[in-house]
């Protein structure tokens, strides 16, 4: 959302740090703030290019490396024939962002990105993993479809193995240190350009000076965890998440800390906001007392009704349309509707990336399967998240809506469903389902956010912007930190875009810093 005059009070003063307050000075060539995806791969590309490395993790532990990636141009893409029309998806990405973007950037992952994924495959499968394309299906441009593109890899471990450990394991042997839970205080610059940073060791208590004569790259993976900030920048946002998931402390220092050094934010703030969040029958997306419970079956294409009992869109859309559209109704909710036949109904709706329930066409495993699936709706359905019924009635009355109304809506569907032609809505036809095989399922959902994907703005070299579009020497930011990049809504039929820019940018980031 554009927020032309957010509250700033979140941001506060840059913290006042007196020379003799520091208890330790480290020189290194390149410091990176935050241990996630994109901060573990800056790490070992610019430790393979020589770079005297330095990594700072605020938390015990490093955040997990994601396990769906999207890229173009991979040898498993190639290998499986895959072939995606790089200017369409550039497009079609610009068109969901409304131009608000840089389309310089989107251009460099489509061109990057391919050899990124090379190398992440080459480095996990010689530990046992499996990198596996979500894919058996060709992108199409087709009326009354949302175009889905094959971009999706997932990586599939074995026991004891982990995208971290193989990461920071050959980074190490390559020169790059880590030093956990210390956080990112402030930036250092002398004469414009950023030189350093103040940290602070969380267990001790004390402040370090760290001077990088390369830069810093700050990744510290946004403030979907920051609800000050959050609210502030992103308040159709806040109102419509049952529940923050964001891996990571995400709190927003890597961007203070760049605002603080004189760097400009992006103006249209936007989330990773997922349409699968069931919540208890009684309660809305206004009055939760308790997190909402993320699930795949919100997510399908399934009937949605708002609590009046009527339908209200096209359940065949991105992940966060269905949800702003909810932002105008009562509750900022909706019903989900569905029978005994969802089985085959599911699979039969040919989803994409993490919300599909079935392997995908080529054999590649889905994220979390039926099976699982159905495990977490009768674990739901105890704990009264799920209603299951015998009848129409009795399900409207489980989730609080008019019956009447309710068996008028199913009744229409079903109709719809017998012509094969959704003329109310323009839903296509294999993603139309009946209802009329008891028994009949329904929650109350709202959505869950995974994460802040507007940040400080940069160029083409990572750099980040001032707020004359000049870049601020020394200072590169990557991850969700980092803007220019999406608005409005995450482009979620680009599978694993996210993941894959940001390790794509880091790699790019860290060639581009060896350089100098």
Known sequence: MINSKPDMSWLGSEPEIEDSQIAETIDTELLIVGGGSAGLTTAASAAELGVKVLLIEIKKTF???????????????????????????????????SGYIDQKLVTIWARESGEMMDWYESLITARGAKMTLQGGYNY??????????????????PEGMTGVKVMTEYAARLGAEFRMQTGLVKLLKEDGRVIGAIAKDRRSGKYLRINASKGVIVATGGYARNKEMLRALQPETAALAGVTISEGLTKGDGIKACLWAGA???????????DRCAIKPDETAETLRQPGYPTEFIGQPFLKVDLKGRRFVNESMPYDFILHRAYSLPGKCYCVIFDSGFAEDTKRFEMAGCSRMHPFNNGAPCSRPLEENIELLEKMIEEGRFIRADTIGDLAEGLGLPAVELEKTVSRY????????????????HRLSEIRRPPYYGARACGFLLGTIDGICIDENMNALNENCEPIPGLYVVGNDSGSYYAHTYVNLVTGGCAGRNMTFARRAARLIAQQ
């Open 414 to 429: 079903n109709e719809l469903f017998d012509q094969q032609w959704d003329e109310d809505f323009g839903k296509e036809a």
């Open 264 to 274: 400009k934010m992006d103006d249209c703030h936007t989330s990773i906001l997922f």
């Open 140 to 157: 199409e441009l087709q009326a009354g479809s949302y175009t889905k593109f094959p971009t999706g890899h997932k990586s599939v471990w």
């Open 63 to 97: 955040t997990p490396m994601r396990k769906e990636i999207g890229v173009i141009g991979s040898r498993i893409q190639k290998a499986e024939g895959v072939d995606i029309d790089v200017q369409e998806l550039i497009r079609q990405h610009v068109m969901y962002s």
